[in-house]
């Protein structure tokens, strides 16, 4: 996976060439990613999902993540970036299921890892109860639920802990129930910056959902 080739950009977001995934990390370049949200409503409730991240992966094993998100390989357009969604949890989606939420970028450093990302960000609006999502072991271990008040308030400062439900798949491959309380702490540290974004873009969604009758 590190020898894996990607686009590269500069400072001003003009591809320059390639590199691979573990050059684009040590040495800082831009890159594309792809990243699908998830919300779903119970009742007049809407919910986010999220992965629990592997114990086994490199960056944030065991931290709650994104639903599902991955680079964007060299020459590869939005539409194929959309397999992460497949290849993570299970979930069979075409890019015009998805709403887009735009290009965000950002820029986070953690230890010998410099992560300069340029996101296709998008969201799905799912029936699919979190119990029903298949998941690529090695990538991710869980997935969890949290009221969208409650994850926004959360990154807003108004509150220092969600109760995150769900499950977390066990040593003998099953569905454990997962229930517990979650800080900042116990999820990726994406930039505020980033997650002020995608809560405004969700919350955009949402509305429309909700006027469109879907809730």
């Known amino acids: 996976m590190e020898s894996e080739k990607l686009t590269v950009f500069n400072e001003r977001h003009e591809k320059i060439g390639e590199a691979t995934r573990r050059e684009v990390h040590e040495k800082g370049y831009w890159h594309e990613a792809f990243h699908c949200w998830i919300i779903a409503f119970e009742g007049k409730?809407?919910?986010?999902?999220?992965?629990?991240?592997?114990?086994?992966?490199?960056?944030?094993?065991?931290?709650l993540d994104i639903a599902a998100a991955g680079h964007m390989l060299a020459g590869e357009t939005v539409e194929e970036g959309v397999?992460?969604?497949?290849?993570?949890?299970?979930?069979r989606v075409k890019l015009s299921d998805l709403k887009s939420l735009g290009v965000i970028p950002y820029a986070v450093k953690n230890g010998a890892l410099i992560d300069r990302e340029l996101a296709h960000t998008s969201v799905y609006m799912s029936a699919k109860p979190?119990?029903?999502?298949?998941?690529?072991?090695?990538?991710?271990?869980?997935?969890?639920?949290?009221?969208?008040?409650?994850?926004?308030?959360?990154?807003?400062?108004?509150r220092d802990q969600v109760l995150i439900e769900g499950f977390e798949i066990d040593e003998y491959g099953e569905q454990a129930e997962l229930k517990k309380p979650?800080?900042?702490?116990?999820?990726?540290?994406?930039?505020?910056?980033?997650?002020?974004?995608?809560?405004?873009?969700?919350?955009?969604?949402i509305e429309v959902a909700k006027s469109a009758g879907i809730a």
């Open 45 to 63: 409730i809407p919910f986010v999902y999220l992965q629990l991240r592997s114990e086994d992966k490199k960056d944030y094993p065991g931290l």
């Open 130 to 158: 979190v119990q029903n999502f298949v998941l690529q072991p090695e990538e991710v271990a869980g997935m969890v639920k949290i009221p969208f008040d409650a994850f926004a308030e959360l990154w807003s400062g108004k």
């Open 83 to 91: 397999r992460e969604v497949e290849e993570e949890i299970g979930l």
């Open 182 to 205: 979650a800080g900042r702490e116990s999820f990726v540290p994406h930039p505020a910056f980033y997650y002020d974004e995608v809560i405004k873009g969700l919350q955009k969604e």
